[in-house]
């Protein structure tokens, strides 16, 4: 299983951006990054992946470290309904993605 | 946009009873997979699926846990004799190929075993 490390919870201004980091130490050479979320009451939703190089989608960016250890999410701007478990993780395929226990990201007025 | 649909959203069932949570993947998707969350824990992979036979399962996912895809568009996992433990969030999801594709979850089935 992918070995992330993520910190328990973040908090964020609403409009503001916000990064989250991640440790991927047991990363290999083809494994993919993703991040996925979690809205209360609902099932994980995904964000955004990438394998080298930074990558943006209409959600968020990714930022990813040079060796790969380390990846960042970027929320440009933050807002209400960006509140929720951010996951971050890494396979090689798809099928055993597996989850931490992730951010708790708060986000005020 | 098409998404994974779940039912029933929530299930009561006595301990030793059977239980199938029914899951309709997106039309378009070959792989299938089910994961669980039990309150206040983390999302844990159970099971993934393909061409009509389990690709991979963990350690969670013994005898008492089957899948099936009974037809062209359901995807269902049965629990034979269910546990107190089995109680949790049972999310279903599907992805359009194995690299890299993203993982379309449904809002998943409450199961409580009594």
């Known amino acids: 299983d992918a070995k992330t490390t993520q910190p328990n919870s973040m908090e964020s201004n609403e409009e503001e951006p916000v990064h989250l980091p991640c440790n991927h130490s047991?990363?290999?050479?083809?494994?993919?990054i993703h991040w996925y979320r979690q809205l209360p009451s609902q099932g994980p939703e995904y964000v955004i992946h990438?394998?080298?190089s930074n990558v943006n989608n209409r959600m968020a960016s990714l930022a990813i470290a040079e060796d790969r250890k380390s990846s960042t999410l970027i929320l440009h701007r933050a807002t209400l309904r960006d509140a929720a478990v951010y996951y971050c993780?890494?396979?090689?395929?798809?099928?055993?993605?597996?989850f931490g226990t992730g951010t708790r990201l708060q986000v005020t007025l | 946009e098409p998404e994974v649909t779940q039912t029933p959203s929530h299930q009561v069932t006595q301990m030793g009873q059977e239980v199938i949570l029914r899951c309709v993947p997106i039309?378009?998707?070959?792989?299938f997979y089910w994961y669980r969350q039990i309150l206040g824990q983390k999302v844990e992979f159970l099971v993934s699926?393909?061409?009509?036979?389990?690709?991979?399962k963990s350690e969670i996912f013994d005898d008492q846990f089957s899948v099936e895809r009974p037809d062209g568009s359901n995807f269902t996992l049965k629990i034979r004799s269910t546990k107190l433990e089995d109680s949790a969030m049972y999310f279903c999801?599907?992805?359009?190929?194995?690299?890299?594709?993203?993982?379309?979850f449904g809002n998943g089935t409450r199961l409580t075993v009594t």
């Open positions: 999801a599907s992805s359009g190929s194995v690299y890299n594709s993203p993982l379309h």
């Open positions: 047991t990363i290999s050479g083809t494994d993919y």
């Open positions: 990438g394998l080298t």
């Open positions: 993780s890494h396979t090689g395929t798809a099928s055993k993605l597996t």
């Open positions: 039309s378009n998707h070959l792989y």
């Open positions: 699926f393909y061409n009509n036979e389990i690709s991979e």
